[in-house]
Protein backbone atom coordinates (compact mmCIF):
# COMPACT_ATOMS: atom_id res chain seq x y z
CA UNK A 1 0.00 0.00 0.00
CA UNK A 2 1.42 3.29 -0.64
CA UNK A 3 0.36 6.80 1.42
CA UNK A 4 1.62 10.46 2.18
CA UNK A 5 1.05 13.11 4.66
CA UNK A 6 1.66 15.99 4.98
CA UNK A 7 1.33 16.82 8.67
CA UNK A 8 0.75 20.75 8.38
CA UNK A 9 -2.56 22.17 7.42
CA UNK A 10 -0.78 25.57 7.41
CA UNK A 11 2.37 26.92 6.96
CA UNK A 12 2.25 31.10 7.18
CA UNK A 13 5.50 32.63 6.59
CA UNK A 14 6.81 36.18 6.00
CA UNK A 15 7.78 37.47 2.12
CA UNK A 16 11.53 37.09 1.72
CA UNK A 17 11.80 34.19 4.39
CA UNK A 18 13.00 30.71 3.58
CA UNK A 19 10.13 28.43 3.73
CA UNK A 20 9.47 24.71 3.85
CA UNK A 21 6.17 22.40 3.61
CA UNK A 22 6.77 18.66 4.90
CA UNK A 23 5.78 15.79 2.98
CA UNK A 24 6.24 11.81 4.37
CA UNK A 25 5.44 8.82 2.45
CA UNK A 26 5.36 5.64 2.41
CA UNK A 27 5.45 3.30 -0.57
CA UNK A 28 6.72 -0.47 -1.70
CA UNK A 29 9.09 -0.18 -4.21
CA UNK A 30 10.72 3.09 -5.71
CA UNK A 31 9.20 5.91 -5.18
CA UNK A 32 7.53 8.66 -7.68
CA UNK A 33 7.33 11.90 -5.67
CA UNK A 34 5.08 14.66 -6.87
CA UNK A 35 4.37 18.41 -5.35
CA UNK A 36 1.69 20.00 -7.14
CA UNK A 37 -0.13 23.83 -6.68
CA UNK A 38 -3.86 24.84 -6.55
CA UNK A 39 -4.54 28.04 -6.88
CA UNK A 40 -8.47 29.40 -6.11
CA UNK A 41 -10.77 27.64 -7.98
CA UNK A 42 -8.15 26.34 -10.98
CA UNK A 43 -6.82 22.73 -11.15
CA UNK A 44 -3.94 21.49 -9.72
CA UNK A 45 -0.52 22.62 -11.20
CA UNK A 46 2.91 20.67 -11.61
CA UNK A 47 5.67 22.29 -9.62
CA UNK A 48 8.28 19.58 -9.55
CA UNK A 49 8.96 15.68 -9.21
CA UNK A 50 11.41 13.05 -8.02
CA UNK A 51 11.92 10.13 -10.38
CA UNK A 52 15.55 8.64 -9.98
CA UNK A 53 18.58 10.59 -9.78
CA UNK A 54 19.89 13.83 -7.58
CA UNK A 55 18.22 14.26 -4.42
CA UNK A 56 17.50 18.03 -4.70
CA UNK A 57 15.05 18.60 -7.35
CA UNK A 58 14.23 21.75 -8.82
CA UNK A 59 11.11 22.71 -10.21
CA UNK A 60 9.11 25.63 -11.27
CA UNK A 61 8.66 29.29 -10.11
CA UNK A 62 11.96 28.94 -7.85
CA UNK A 63 11.22 25.83 -5.64
CA UNK A 64 12.62 23.21 -4.61
CA UNK A 65 12.39 19.07 -2.83
CA UNK A 66 14.33 17.05 -1.29
CA UNK A 67 14.08 13.19 -1.37
CA UNK A 68 15.20 11.91 1.58
CA UNK A 69 15.02 8.39 1.65
CA UNK A 70 16.19 7.20 5.02
CA UNK A 71 13.47 9.66 6.27
CA UNK A 72 11.10 8.90 3.73
CA UNK A 73 10.35 12.29 3.12
CA UNK A 74 10.11 14.80 -0.05
CA UNK A 75 9.75 18.51 1.88
CA UNK A 76 8.94 21.44 -0.46
CA UNK A 77 11.60 24.35 -0.05
CA UNK A 78 11.93 27.85 -1.25
CA UNK A 79 14.67 29.97 -0.25
CA UNK A 80 12.53 33.56 -0.30
CA UNK A 81 9.04 33.31 -0.24
CA UNK A 82 6.82 35.47 -2.55
CA UNK A 83 3.11 36.95 -1.81
CA UNK A 84 1.80 35.23 -4.59
CA UNK A 85 3.15 31.63 -3.74
CA UNK A 86 0.30 31.59 -1.50
CA UNK A 87 -1.45 28.53 -2.46
CA UNK A 88 -2.69 25.38 -1.81
CA UNK A 89 0.20 22.97 -2.15
CA UNK A 90 -0.46 18.74 -2.25
CA UNK A 91 2.24 15.83 -2.38
CA UNK A 92 1.63 13.01 -4.21
CA UNK A 93 3.41 9.67 -4.43
CA UNK A 94 2.85 6.96 -6.57
CA UNK A 95 5.03 3.39 -6.55
CA UNK A 96 6.32 2.02 -9.51
CA UNK A 97 3.68 -0.68 -9.49
CA UNK A 98 1.07 0.89 -8.49
CA UNK A 99 -1.66 2.57 -11.13
CA UNK A 100 -2.97 5.29 -8.98
CA UNK A 101 -0.89 8.40 -7.92
CA UNK A 102 -1.90 9.09 -3.92
CA UNK A 103 -2.31 12.76 -3.19
CA UNK A 104 -1.84 14.26 0.27
CA UNK A 105 -4.34 16.33 2.43
CA UNK A 106 -2.69 19.31 1.14
CA UNK A 107 -1.33 22.42 3.28
CA UNK A 108 -2.57 25.81 2.89
CA UNK A 109 0.32 27.92 2.33
CA UNK A 110 0.06 31.88 3.38
CA UNK A 111 2.61 34.32 2.71
CA UNK A 112 2.22 37.37 4.56
CA UNK A 113 4.10 41.35 3.01
CA UNK B 1 1.70 17.20 -24.85
CA UNK B 2 -1.72 16.18 -23.17
CA UNK B 3 -4.46 19.11 -22.36
CA UNK B 4 -7.63 18.08 -20.02
CA UNK B 5 -10.58 19.98 -21.31
CA UNK B 6 -13.73 20.45 -18.78
CA UNK B 7 -17.15 21.58 -18.62
CA UNK B 8 -18.65 23.59 -17.46
CA UNK B 9 -16.59 25.72 -15.10
CA UNK B 10 -19.28 26.23 -12.44
CA UNK B 11 -22.78 24.46 -12.03
CA UNK B 12 -26.14 24.90 -9.87
CA UNK B 13 -28.26 22.92 -9.67
CA UNK B 14 -31.32 22.00 -7.56
CA UNK B 15 -31.42 19.18 -5.49
CA UNK B 16 -33.00 15.67 -6.84
CA UNK B 17 -31.61 17.24 -10.69
CA UNK B 18 -29.55 15.02 -12.64
CA UNK B 19 -25.71 15.83 -13.67
CA UNK B 20 -23.47 15.10 -16.47
CA UNK B 21 -19.85 16.81 -16.30
CA UNK B 22 -17.43 16.04 -19.15
CA UNK B 23 -13.85 15.85 -19.73
CA UNK B 24 -11.63 15.07 -22.65
CA UNK B 25 -8.47 14.51 -23.46
CA UNK B 26 -6.12 15.85 -26.26
CA UNK B 27 -2.53 14.56 -27.08
CA UNK B 28 -3.06 10.84 -26.07
CA UNK B 29 -4.26 7.65 -26.73
CA UNK B 30 -5.85 5.06 -24.59
CA UNK B 31 -5.63 7.10 -20.90
CA UNK B 32 -5.89 6.23 -17.76
CA UNK B 33 -8.50 8.83 -16.78
CA UNK B 34 -9.76 9.82 -13.33
CA UNK B 35 -12.15 11.88 -11.28
CA UNK B 36 -11.76 13.67 -8.01
CA UNK B 37 -13.52 15.46 -6.14
CA UNK B 38 -12.22 17.96 -3.57
CA UNK B 39 -14.58 19.41 -0.40
CA UNK B 40 -14.08 22.77 0.67
CA UNK B 41 -10.99 23.49 -0.78
CA UNK B 42 -8.64 20.84 0.53
CA UNK B 43 -7.96 17.27 0.19
CA UNK B 44 -8.75 15.03 -3.07
CA UNK B 45 -10.87 12.33 -3.22
CA UNK B 46 -10.69 9.72 -5.95
CA UNK B 47 -13.72 9.06 -7.02
CA UNK B 48 -13.66 7.08 -10.27
CA UNK B 49 -10.49 5.59 -12.79
CA UNK B 50 -10.84 4.49 -15.73
CA UNK B 51 -8.20 2.38 -18.09
CA UNK B 52 -9.62 1.92 -21.27
CA UNK B 53 -13.83 2.58 -22.82
CA UNK B 54 -16.22 1.26 -20.49
CA UNK B 55 -13.98 0.23 -18.14
CA UNK B 56 -14.65 2.25 -15.18
CA UNK B 57 -13.25 1.43 -11.35
CA UNK B 58 -15.39 2.81 -8.17
CA UNK B 59 -13.22 4.22 -5.26
CA UNK B 60 -15.96 5.12 -3.01
CA UNK B 61 -19.60 4.37 -2.80
CA UNK B 62 -21.43 7.35 -3.71
CA UNK B 63 -24.65 9.03 -5.40
CA UNK B 64 -22.69 9.36 -8.71
CA UNK B 65 -21.56 7.34 -11.51
CA UNK B 66 -19.14 7.52 -14.27
CA UNK B 67 -18.90 6.62 -17.86
CA UNK B 68 -15.93 6.10 -20.91
CA UNK B 69 -17.74 5.78 -24.32
CA UNK B 70 -14.85 7.02 -26.32
CA UNK B 71 -10.98 6.92 -25.39
CA UNK B 72 -10.78 10.20 -25.01
CA UNK B 73 -14.00 10.76 -22.84
CA UNK B 74 -14.79 11.12 -19.26
CA UNK B 75 -18.10 11.36 -18.24
CA UNK B 76 -19.39 11.86 -14.62
CA UNK B 77 -23.28 11.29 -13.50
CA UNK B 78 -26.02 11.37 -11.67
CA UNK B 79 -29.49 10.96 -11.56
CA UNK B 80 -30.70 13.17 -8.65
CA UNK B 81 -28.31 15.35 -6.75
CA UNK B 82 -27.95 15.29 -3.12
CA UNK B 83 -26.71 18.39 -1.20
CA UNK B 84 -23.78 16.87 0.02
CA UNK B 85 -22.89 16.17 -3.83
CA UNK B 86 -21.49 19.60 -3.93
CA UNK B 87 -17.68 20.81 -4.33
CA UNK B 88 -15.05 20.71 -6.79
CA UNK B 89 -14.80 18.14 -9.37
CA UNK B 90 -11.34 17.35 -10.77
CA UNK B 91 -10.84 15.61 -14.04
CA UNK B 92 -7.09 14.07 -14.51
CA UNK B 93 -5.05 11.86 -16.96
CA UNK B 94 -2.18 10.31 -16.10
CA UNK B 95 1.06 10.60 -18.29
CA UNK B 96 4.03 8.34 -18.30
CA UNK B 97 6.03 8.76 -14.78
CA UNK B 98 8.99 10.36 -16.53
CA UNK B 99 6.83 12.90 -17.32
CA UNK B 100 4.60 14.92 -14.97
CA UNK B 101 2.37 12.33 -13.12
CA UNK B 102 -0.96 13.63 -13.94
CA UNK B 103 -2.55 16.55 -15.55
CA UNK B 104 -5.49 18.53 -14.22
CA UNK B 105 -8.59 19.92 -15.90
CA UNK B 106 -9.78 23.32 -14.62
CA UNK B 107 -12.20 21.86 -12.52
CA UNK B 108 -15.89 22.17 -12.36
CA UNK B 109 -17.70 23.81 -9.00
CA UNK B 110 -20.78 22.40 -8.70
CA UNK B 111 -23.25 24.18 -5.90
CA UNK B 112 -26.47 21.76 -5.06
CA UNK B 113 -29.09 23.93 -3.86
Known amino acids: AQSVAQPEDQVNVAEGNPLTVKCTYSVSGNPYLFWYVQYPNRGLQFLLKYITGDNLVKGSYGFEAEFNKSQTSFHLKKPSALVSDSALYFCAVLSSSASKIIFGSGTRLSIRP | SQTIHQWPATLVQPVGSPLSLECTVE??????LYWYRQAAGRGLQLLFYSVGIGQISSEVPQNLSASRPQDRQFILSSKKLLLSDSGFYLC????????????FGSGTRLTVV
Open chain 2, 27 to 32: GTSNPN
Open chain 2, 92 to 103: ATRGDPGTRGYT
